[in-house]
């Protein structure tokens, strides 16, 4: 999608700080970080959020958690992380492309 600024960070158009990169899924840090450590995993696929995941979408939802986990165990977090999807602009989502994000580095309590 050409207004997406994530499909934009896919294509390579957009410059992002990558922690990961496959066929499927790019890892880069949040510009604008919510904890020590913040980053998105983003499917390759533009999906508009967790509820446009069809059922052929399922083994990519999986995958972005384990990427997610083993990030986050290459950031120094150990298994104190927390993993977060917003879907709708009522609950919070900016990007309408789906996105995982992962913040970790501090310790409990997290708002909820």
């Given at each position: 999608?050409?207004?997406?600024?994530?499909?934009?960070?896919?294509?390579?158009?957009?410059?992002?700080?990558?922690?990961?990169?496959?066929?499927?899924?790019?890892?880069?840090?949040?510009?604008?970080?919510?904890?020590?450590?913040?980053?998105?995993?983003?499917?390759?696929?533009?999906?508009?959020g967790p509820?446009?995941?069809?059922?052929?979408?399922?083994?990519?939802?999986?995958?972005?958690?384990?990427?997610?986990?083993?990030?986050?165990?290459?950031?120094?977090?150990?298994?104190?992380f927390r993993?977060?999807?917003?879907?709708?602009?009522?609950?919070?989502?900016?990007?309408?492309?789906?996105?995982?994000?992962?913040?970790?580095?501090?310790?409990?309590?997290?708002?909820?």
């Amino acid at each position: 999608m050409d207004d997406c600024i994530f499909c934009r960070i896919v294509a390579g158009e957009i410059p992002a700080d990558t922690l990961f990169e496959d066929d499927e899924l790019v890892v880069f840090r949040d510009i604008a970080p919510q904890a020590p450590v913040h980053f998105l995993v983003v499917p390759k696929k533009h999906l508009s959020g967790p509820a446009a995941i069809a059922q052929a979408d399922e083994a990519l939802a999986g995958k972005m958690v384990r990427v997610a986990a083993r990030v986050a165990a290459e950031q120094k977090v150990g298994d104190a992380f927390r993993l977060v999807m917003n879907n709708g602009a009522k609950a919070g989502q900016v990007v309408f492309h789906l996105h995982l994000h992962v913040l970790g580095g501090k310790d409990a309590p997290w708002p909820i």
